[in-house]
């Protein structure tokens, strides 16, 4: 199995079909990269979701201001001017869809795995990091000049405790750690 | 007879998308309810009329899952039809949702075509009781 064209393939497939379906959008995968070490910083949104079980990792959809807004008013069929609550919802549901969608293409290969709740930020020159995961495998799309850009680090979690018996606390695996 | 439904996702935004595609669907609606979690869900439950119930899974205090797992344990609701409406499409979560009674599940991305013919056949029988 070669998990890197695995993330890669389903990310963009599942970013095809939730634009079609849930905006009406036909959007189509752009330059495809992996990141190493220290993150760039951002400018917009960021919205980051947490996968764990015996695979740990992070999936993210990075964007502008402006995109998000144009997510915000395909998704809601609403017209969003300036990011709000309501955008920073669209962007962490439409984060959820896409890393919910390559969550199941990857519990094929990789056994059950878990999703946390959506985490969305938006600001002006900040980074984010995931600890534990060296490398990130990101497409691009681009959409009427601006870019959505899908991330994802996966890793196998050797975090994940041992079931012992009488601790009962940790029968569930460490979920990754989100620096933020 | 119109029916009452009950929509429950941390998400505003599904929760207005879901709105707008039962709407569009043109069945016999009369009040869509909406809750944040199933906590919220079970109050709402509390004092309200409800036919139909349409849930995520992964939401914050409680689960979709939770939900339907009291639900079904509480005489007054066991009788209503829960459907999951989620991104979660793996065996595991799928396997548990019918152990504990889902009447239907609908893996998002969905279409308004898609929730239609699973509610059709759930809502009609559901309204008789």
Known sequence: M??????????????????ATMLGVEIQPGEVTTENGSPEANDGVVSLIGV???????????CSPILACRICSQLLMTESLAVDEEVLDAVAELTNMVVGN????????????????????????????????AEWYVVKFPWDGEQLIVKMCLAPNDRTIEVKPHAAANQVPLSCTLDV | MESDVLI???????????QRVLRQTG????TIHEAGDGLEALELLKGHTVHLVLTDINMPKMDGLQLLGAMKA?????????????????????????????????RKPFTADQIKEKLVGILEPALSL
Do not use: C
């Not at chain 1, 070669?2 to 634009?19: A, E, R, Y």
């Not at chain 2, 429950?8 to 879901?18: F, G, N, T, W, Y």
């Open chain 1, 2 to 19: 070669n998990l890197q064209k695995l993330i890669i393939d389903s990310i963009s497939q599942s970013v095809i079909q939730i634009f």
């Open chain 1, 52 to 62: 764990a079980g015996t695979w740990a990792g992070t999936g993210s959809i990075t």
């Open chain 1, 102 to 133: 390559v969550k199941t293409d990857l519990e094929t290969h990789l056994g059950p795995l878990g999703l946390s709740i959506p985490t969305v930020v938006f600001g002006r020159n900040f980074k984010t990091k995931s600890a534990g995961h």
């Open chain 2, 8 to 18: 429950v996702d941390d998400s505003a935004a599904i929760r207005k998308i879901l």
């Open chain 2, 27 to 30: 069945m016999a609606i009369r």
């Open chain 2, 74 to 106: 509480a005489s007054e609701w066991q009788a209503i039809p829960v459907v999951m409406i989620t991104t979660e499409g793996g065996e595991a979560k799928v396997g548990e949702a019918v152990r504990l009674g889902a009447a239907g599940y609908v």
